[in-house]
């Protein structure tokens, strides 16, 4: 049987996959959590094999929650399961260390097919995002500029286009407001823009 936790801090998408899990013989979700130190915390109490762990935490980035996982469970393989889109987090999750990016648009047959194939070793991904991996690893990538910045950039990136403010950004990330305006400097020459609004509104013009 594979052990899955669920993580989401929406009970109605985690009571979807758990149902939706519950039609494959060999596959149940064993525990549920709402957070990325939930997770932490629950993986601890109920281990369990597969991970399927959505994007948006309301404590912390999933980049840190992933690897955090990765560092403590080395042997959870964790799928990345969100209504992003792979163009925006998908290369990013598996340069983490993540086995497996899924959309919540996939079909239950995908998803069930990735979480056989992480628990099995392997990492599943589409074809279309394959490609992009191997581009964004072989450094020639033709994607979004904002594929090329750190963790932390694109997390400061994400934060501004929600309308969150240079000191919202560092209580949240429990940096100091001067470290933040660095992140928001280096964003601007990155991404070859002039000011806070241009970045907000290249964040919301990638769905970020």
């Known amino acids: 049987m594979i052990k899955v936790l669920a993580v989401d801090d929406h009970q109605i998408v985690r009571e979807g996959v758990r149902r939706l899990l519950e039609e494959s013989p060999d596959i149940r979700v064993t525990a549920e959590a709402t957070s990325g130190a939930d997770a932490l915390s629950q993986l601890a109490k ?3 094999d597969v991970v399927l762990l959505d994007v948006a935490m309301p404590d912390t980035s999933f980049v840190e929650t992933l690897r955090a996982l990765r560092e403590r469970f080395p042997r959870t393989r964790v799928i990345v399961l969100t209504g992003h889109a792979e163009e925006e987090y998908a290369v990013r999750a598996l340069k983490a260390g993540a086995s497996g990016y899924v959309t919540k648009e996939h079909s239950s047959l995908e998803l069930i097919a990735a979480i056989r194939k992480a628990h099995g070793g392997g990492t599943y991904v589409s074809a279309a995002l394959a490609e992009r991996l191997a581009e ?3 450094g020639h990538s033709d994607g979004p500029g904002h594929d090329a910045l750190s963790d932390r950039e694109h997390e400061v990136l994400r934060l501004l286009g ?4 240079v000191k919202e950004i560092a209580a949240f990330l429990k940096l100091s407001s001067k470290t933040v305006s660095t992140y ?6 990155k991404l070859g823009l002039k000011t806070t609004a241009d970045l907000i509104r290249y964040a919301v013009e990638h769905h970020m």
Do not use: D, K, M, N
């Open 162 to 165: 929600q309308g969150e403010s």
């Open 46 to 48: 109920h281990p369990a």
């Open 136 to 138: 964004a690893v072989g």
């Open 184 to 189: 928001r400097t280096r964003l601007l020459e």
